[in-house]
């Protein structure tokens, strides 16, 4: 088939949940269909372009993109004027809808593909402005509208809270009608797909496929068994991460460090706020280190790798990909959602500030309890999550939209 894959962020390097899930989802569909990506791109990626170019048949086309506080500003005036999404109207652009157009005219495509909610609005023009009218394909990382809900519900009264309480419900009216008029959804969890049907007011058949990662990109790290460090590797501009950091440095690292006050906590990721950068040095064997080109070194001492979050949609890909590299993990049940880990033999599973801690404490005790959860949660993960046998109902999903 012809396919048009429509991207938010360009899926390379696959560097952040959202790069990685999309990365898989293109290699695989290059085995047997001819791709044309579209992708928002920010500053210079045209190294990063020519690493695409290979599995792209149809070729890659980019679209500059730029965000800030001036343009979020303009965005919410015309989100108020209009009603519509302040994070659909953020991302609507002129150049970017001029490419549809152009692309829709040029080219006969049997199914464009949309990746994320973002991207729904650029599908539907380039159906509208098709000859061959493609069957759209909404690919959903998560439910937006229960993601924005969740992160409301953790901050305080402010203008940012209302932004968000506002902007989650208006996103599930905007989303419900995206999942009630496209062809075909794909949902990456039974969760998210219930949070959509909620949305649509409908029970509408979904494809579940869930984000899949690459084992050969993420072998077993050879981590030493007596590490007593804490890991966390994420995006830290994400505010998930940032409330679930916060939530873990206050109330539960100091709980930890009574019983274990030789341990430490690495935390990796890029562009994180000054709320945690300015822990550094204040926080007892804290180290922020912002986004790291190799991670290995930290692999290597990571004696559990912890993900508290409180808020968010979705799956981790974090978890994922520690799983894959062979690391103990311990979460909470929110962090876990929609993995198909259990409690004592994958992961430990804690949602108080005391739980938790005391399961940190439990693994980097126990060497052995380390190893067995990092040795069931590679086995997890290739039999389950590996891209090449998680993607496969990618072409069921296709062929029905093809078909009508």
Not at 65 to 74: S, Y
Not at 137 to 154: E, I, K, M, P, S
Not at 184 to 195: H, I, P
Not at 208 to 214: F, L, N, Q, S, Y
């Amino acid at each position: 088939m012809q396919v048009l894959l429509l991207t938010q962020v360009l899926p390379f390097p696959p560097d952040s949940g959202p790069k990685i899930k999309t990365w898989n989802v293109l290699k695989f569909l290059a085995r047997e269909h001819e791709v044309t990506l579209v992708s928002f791109v920010r500053g210079d990626q045209s190294n990063h372009v020519a690493t695409l170019a290979p599995l792209c048949a149809g070729g890659v086309h980019t679209v500059p993109i730029q965000r800030g506080p001036v343009r979020d500003g303009v965005a919410l005036a015309r989100s108020l004027l209009t009603g519509e999404p302040w994070m659909m109207v953020r991302d609507a652009r002129a150049d970017m809808q001029a490419l549809m157009r152009k692309l829709a005219v040029e080219r006969r495509f049997d199914v464009v593909h949309a990746d994320q909610l973002n991207m729904a609005q650029y599908a539907e023009l380039a159906a509208t402005h098709s000859g061959a009218k493609p069957r759209l394909v909404l690919d959903a990382h998560n439910a937006l509208w229960l993601l924005y809900q969740r992160l409301a519900a953790t901050m305080g009264q402010g203008p940012r809270r209302w932004v968000l309480e506002r902007d989650w419900r208006l996103l599930k009216t905007y989303e419900g009608r995206i999942v009630r008029e496209f062809d075909a959804v794909l949902a990456v969890s039974d969760e998210d797909r219930a949070a959509l049907s909620e949305a649509a007011g409908v029970v509408r058949e979904m494809t579940v496929i869930p984000i899949a990662i690459d084992t050969d990109e993420l072998p077993v790290a050879h981590r030493q068994a007596s590490a007593r460090q804490m890991t966390h590797i994420g995006t830290m501009y994400w505010p998930p991460n940032i409330d679930g950091m916060l939530w873990f440095i206050n109330e539960i690292y100091p709980l930890v460090r009574e019983t274990l006050p030789d341990s430490g906590l690495d935390l990796v990721g890029a562009r994180p706020p000054r709320e945690l950068v300015g822990l550094k040095g204040q926080v007892p064997g804290l180290n922020v280190t912002g986004y790291v080109a190799d991670v290995n070194p930290y692999l290597a001492q990571c004696g559990v790798f912890i993900v508290p979050l409180r808020a968010g949609g979705g799956m981790r890909v974090k978890i994922l990909e520690a799983l894959s590299r062979g690391l103990p993990v311990v979460t909470t049940t929110l962090g876990c959602e929609g993995i198909a880990v259990r409690h004592d033999e994958h992961v430990l599973i804690a949602d108080t500030p005391a739980d938790f801690a005391q399961a940190v404490v439990r693994v980097l005790s126990d060497p052995a309890l380390a190893a067995t959860l990092a040795r069931n949660g590679r086995r997890l993960i290739e039999q389950t999550y590996d891209y090449r046998a998680a993607c496969r109902p990618l072409n069921q999903a296709y062929g029905a939209a093809a078909s009508g």
